[in-house]
């Protein structure tokens, strides 16, 4: 049987570890997780981890010039789209907004940008870190302002009346079960009845159209399927009127770097025009942002580096969907969210934590740029020797950046809010880590593999708690080494690795299902045994796909970034990311 216990305090950023850790005894919960009755074997003593957000050195930096209003092309029955999908400003031009990963929120400004300002503004700090905020454009006519969505990892959609009430308020209406899809895209208004309608794709590939209905208590429609295959993209944008004719376009990257577009052309029976493709090179971008339309202007589309750099194209009208040459707009951009963004993030990790054989626990960050920051030192040095330390991929919607502690066979939960949060039956367990979500319901769980080699796992409620434990499979003693923090192919399933004694390392794709979360293994290549360690910290370099890190006897530290491909293409070439030094650590998690 098995038993956690779990009390939070209110809502938390998500943790990033900096410094300090008190030493006291949690209380466990009061029944084992079999095999019941085994102690762990480990010294030490249960910590509690205190979490804080080290910012980026600036803000966003932006310097384009608003750009000339672009006369349309009324061609077919189209009719020229004038309404921005977010304009916080109300000055008939599109804005951005993002959302840091210490729940701050900011929008660029277009009429910033016009008067030579920095366009970048400060809105304030929500209480919550949300997955995706969506700017879909007119909603409903009940309020004045520009309607927001905001997508939880455990599913939750909803719509907040302004960007204000986004920040401090509360919505008007959420909608559960979004957790289904792994992109979520806001095209406009594609049928001309004045409110903004959503594309949703399934890891599958399917594609659904929701219709806006103007009703503020069921802001859009039953779904409706209107495409397959379109997992073969790993970038989905809602890039507004790009051609000039009036209508909203769907634009996709596929993995080799083309870009294509797709016309909505508002066809009940269909409502997607035959694809054309508008661009190559793409890849350069790990991020393609919709911006969408302005007032009486064509269409745009944001490009986002692993630097942060944020690079800017326009619709020429042609009505073919070309794009204008780029222009550099700014710096900083490395949010793990920004409204528009054509591959939702990887959630709730990208971190990695360091423990040398001393006991000194340090801490990593990542922003998006494919490099670790400088390391932080976790509590005293030497504060943790003897720990038997672990971590996992966000185990509640707030983001936070769990750090878990198995002592005599009971598991805490060393993060600051959930001390409370610990389960019994775990001394059997030689290895226990998080990848994410397993079973699809929005929440992150555990796998553990017993002694025997059996892999289990534990059900997350989405609180930092877990159920009752599934058999995933025996012979998993095999692996010397199993890792995997979020999605590494990109169909937004968590996916995880595992390497062999003979050096061949597999890949396990996730398939949403608890019963058997994940397919038959996959062979990505002989020669990982020339690492010492392997581990997984999330998404590095922002593209929404999970990344791995490897270090060699000789202290190198080298990166893995995942391609969206599999097997032997599951990651690109390695890059050197740590040069010496890395060697020093006993367990890297």
């Not at 095999?35 to 910012?55: K, L, N, V």
């Not at 051609?243 to 052309?265: H, I, N, P, Q, S």
């Not at 990887?346 to 423990?355: E, P, R, S, Y």
């Not at 059900?459 to 692996?479: E, I, L, M, Q």
């Amino acid at each position: 049987m098995f038993s956690s216990s779990s009390a939070r305090s209110g809502a938390r950023r998500r943790g990033r570890l900096l410094a300090a850790c008190t030493t006291g005894v949690v209380a466990a919960g009061a029944f084992a997780l079999g095999p019941a009755g085994i102690a762990s074997a480990d010294s030490g003593a249960p910590h509690q981890a205190r979490f804080s957000a080290p910012q980026t050195t600036q803000h966003p930096t932006s310097t384009l010039r608003k750009h000339k209003k672009t006369s349309y092309s009324t061609a077919a029955a189209g009719t020229a789209l004038t309404a921005p999908r977010y304009d916080y400003d109300n000055d008939g031009y599109s804005d951005l907004l993002v959302q840091n990963d210490d729940a701050s929120f900011g929008v660029l400004s277009s009429a910033k940008l016009t008067a030579g300002q920095a366009g970048y503004t400060d809105l304030g700090t929500g209480n919550t870190l949300y997955r995706d905020v969506i700017t879909p454009g007119n909603l409903t006519d009940s309020y004045a302002g520009t309607e927001v969505l905001a997508l939880t990892a455990s599913g939750r959609l909803s719509m907040f009346t302004d960007t204000n009430s986004l920040v401090n308020g509360y919505p008007v209406w959420t909608g559960t079960g979004w957790q289904v899809y792994n992109q979520i895209v806001a095209v406009g208004d594609t049928n001309g009845d004045g409110f903004g309608d959503l594309l949703a794709r399934t890891p599958s590939g399917d594609l659904y159209l929701y219709k806006g209905t103007g009703n503020a208590s069921a802001p859009f429609g039953g779904r409706v399927k209107v495409g397959y295959g379109y997992g073969i993209y790993d970038q989905l944008v809602g890039a507004g009127d790009i051609t000039g004719t009036g209508y909203e376009t769907l634009v996709a990257r596929d993995l080799y770097g083309d870009l294509w577009m797709y016309k909505l052309d508002g066809t009940a029976a269909n409502p997607l025009a035959a694809r054309v493709k508008i661009g190559t090179g793409w890849n350069v971008y790990n991020q393609i942002i919709g911006w969408g339309d302005d007032g009486g202007s064509i269409g745009q589309i944001l490009g986002r580096t692993a630097n942060g750099d944020l690079w800017w194209y326009n619709g020429d009208g042609s009505g073919k969907g070309t794009l204008t040459k780029r222009v550099r707009m700014g710096g900083g951009w490395s949010s793990n969210v920004i409204s528009g963004q054509g591959h939702t993030q990887v959630w709730g990790k990208a971190d990695l934590f360091g423990l040398t054989s001393g006991g000194s626990l340090y801490y990593y960050s990542s922003y998006n740029t494919g490099v670790l920051s400088k390391r932080y030192l976790v509590g005293n040095a030497g504060a943790w020797k003897g720990s038997n330390l672990t971590t996992t991929v966000s185990l509640s919607d707030e983001g936070e950046q769990p750090l878990l502690e198995i002592y005599n066979g009971t598991l805490y939960n060393d993060t600051l809010g959930f001390e409370n949060v610990s389960s019994s039956g775990w001394g059997g367990y030689n290895k226990v880590f998080g990848p994410g979500d397993l079973n699809g319901d929005g929440h992150s769980d555990l796998l553990a593999r017993d002694k025997s080699g059996v892999l289990w796992d534990l059900t997350g409620k989405g609180d930092g708690s877990f159920y009752g434990r599934a058999k995933v499979g025996a012979g998993w003693g095999g692996y010397n080494q199993i890792t995997g923090a979020g999605d590494i192919n990109g169909d937004g399933l968590a996916d995880i690795v595992a390497r062999a004694s003979n050096g061949h390392l597999y890949l396990y794709l996730g398939t949403g299902n608890g019963a058997a979360p994940f397919k038959a293994r996959q062979d990505i290549g002989a020669g990982w045994n020339a690492y010492s360690k392997i581990a997984s910290p999330g998404d590095m370099d922002g593209d929404g796909r999970a990344d791995l890190v490897a270090v060699t006897p000789g202290g190198q530290l080298y990166r893995y970034s995942g391609e969206g491909f599999t097997g032997t293409a599951t990651f690109k070439h390695r890059v050197e990311i740590g040069t010496a030094g890395w060697n020093g650590y006993s367990s890297l998690f």
